[in-house]
């Protein structure tokens, strides 16, 4: 089982053979898999779609105030149920920031300027926002696969693959966000990482810090990978600082807007967003679970109209962190290092910066971007046995119908 679970170069080694390595660049898939792959992609977006079309239409709506000349005014409903509804909540500040930019408004920089200038380039509009993510999604199902193959095999890469397609919040992937092209870039970023070829990697990771902060993260799995390839080179070290050039440039960028390089940071305090010990935050938010878990499941509540509110949602924002802490912990024994030491660093970051009144706002979402996390899911549900594994997938299925439900009427933010 350890040989199974682990890539084509043993991270434990300390100079992998370069044949073993060679394996990694020229190992192929069997046509039969991709096309397996290919329709759980097609088949997750369907099911999401679908959903999210039918509470669009059927289901009360509340209120969001959307920028002015960000949607279209005049828009027919097959418009507004196939694209429209993709650009709620952050989608709205993606929209305005690719149309009219960052100059006077401080709080648009809390959104990293890669994926906005994406759709600013193919038209700013929400059809250009949904596309971008669904050119990077097919990119992201690639990778995903691919890596998770290389290290897990295949049976865990499937099931991987399908924990990650049928997410609740997976269709944050197609929505208008840049959960989208980070993951994609992230993903690059480790998939020529472990190749050995340093530069690529880098400057993967360095673009992804122009997409999210958690792009600054990659420099731990990528310097990891460095160390345990050591060859005597100081090139694959001097490339690691490709990765942090794209935050500095964006921070460059904001000293004659706002004469103020962090300012990035200082916008997050718009969402009560401040540091907190991890303890206290875990503490805080499964009390607030626990007072409001009545509303959580009321009908009346989580889809009552006027304007939205978040607390009935913090019952399940503190469901998934018990669910990722728990596959955190578990998964430690099966998945490479850089992988899962990445995954528990990313995982600590929404818990150790929590928002005032809903201290785990967002880690729904969040766990998207501690990807390797489904590849220890991927793992866990090959070792159960079968009754485990419909009982997991029903869940996340329903749990995925109710979460696009509340996303597409503007309920819920995750």
């Known amino acids: 089982m350890a040989n199974k679970l682990h890539g084509p170069w043993p991270l434990s080694a300390s100079r992998p053979a370069a044949a073993a390595e060679l394996s990694v660049r020229t190992a192929r ?240 305090s718009n969402w009560g967003r401040h540091f907190l010990w991890i303890p206290v935050t875990v503490v805080q938010g499964l009390a607030d679970a626990w007072h409001h878990a009545p509303q959580a499941l009321s009908f009346s509540h989580l889809f009552a109209q006027g304007p939205p509110s978040t607390t009935p949602m913090v019952f399940y924002n503190a469901l998934f962190m018990l669910f990722a802490v728990l596959v955190c912990a578990v998964s430690y024994r099966y998945l490479p290092r850089y992988a899962w030491v990445y995954s528990a660093v990313a995982l600590a970051v929404p818990l150790s910066y929590p928002a005032e009144g809903n201290p785990l706002m967002s880690v729904p979402r969040l766990l998207l971007e501690a990807f390797p996390l489904f590849w220890g899911v991927g793992v866990l549900l090959v070792r159960w046995p079968a009754w485990a594994r419909r009982l997991y997938f029903a869940a996340s299925l329903a749990l995925g119908a109710l979460f696009v439900a509340l996303f597409a009427t503007a309920h819920w933010v995750a």
């Not at 005049?74 to 989608?91: E, F, K, M, N, P």
């Not at 669904?134 to 499937?158: D, I, K, T, Y």
């Not at 993903?187 to 958690?214: E, I």
């Open 29 to 268: 898939i069997e046509p039969r898999v991709w096309k397996s792959v290919l329709w759980v992609v097609v088949l997750s977006r369907l099911f999401f779609a679908e959903l999210a079309m039918l509470a669009y239409i059927y289901l009360p709506h509340a209120w969001v105030e959307a920028p002015p000349g960000v949607l279209p005014p005049t828009a027919g409903l097959a418009y507004r149920v196939l694209v429209q509804l993709w650009s709620h909540w952050d989608g709205l500040w993606y929209l305005s920031i690719a149309n009219h930019g960052y100059r006077g408004r401080a709080t648009a920089t809390a959104f990293f300027p890669l994926y906005p200038a994406l759709v600013h380039l193919f038209g700013g509009t929400p059809l250009a926002a949904v596309a971008v993510s669904l050119g990077a999604m097919g990119v992201v199902f690639w990778l995903f696969f691919r890596l998770a193959q290389w290290e897990l095999g295949e049976r865990p890469a499937w099931y991987a693959t399908l924990a990650l397609a049928f997410f609740p919040t997976a269709f944050y992937i197609n929505a208008a966000y840049s959960e989208s092209l980070f993951l994609a870039l992230a993903l690059a970023a480790l998939y020529f990482g472990r190749q050995g070829r340093w530069w690529a990697a880098a400057a993967f990771g360095g673009l992804a810090t122009l997409d999210s902060s958690y792009g600054l993260l990659l420099v731990i799995p990528l310097a990891w990978m460095v160390w345990q390839h050591r060859d005597g080179s100081r090139w694959p070290w001097v490339a690691l600082g490709l990765i942090p050039a794209g935050l500095l440039a964006w921070m460059a960028y904001l000293v004659p807007l706002f004469g103020d390089p962090m300012v990035f940071e200082r916008a997050q």
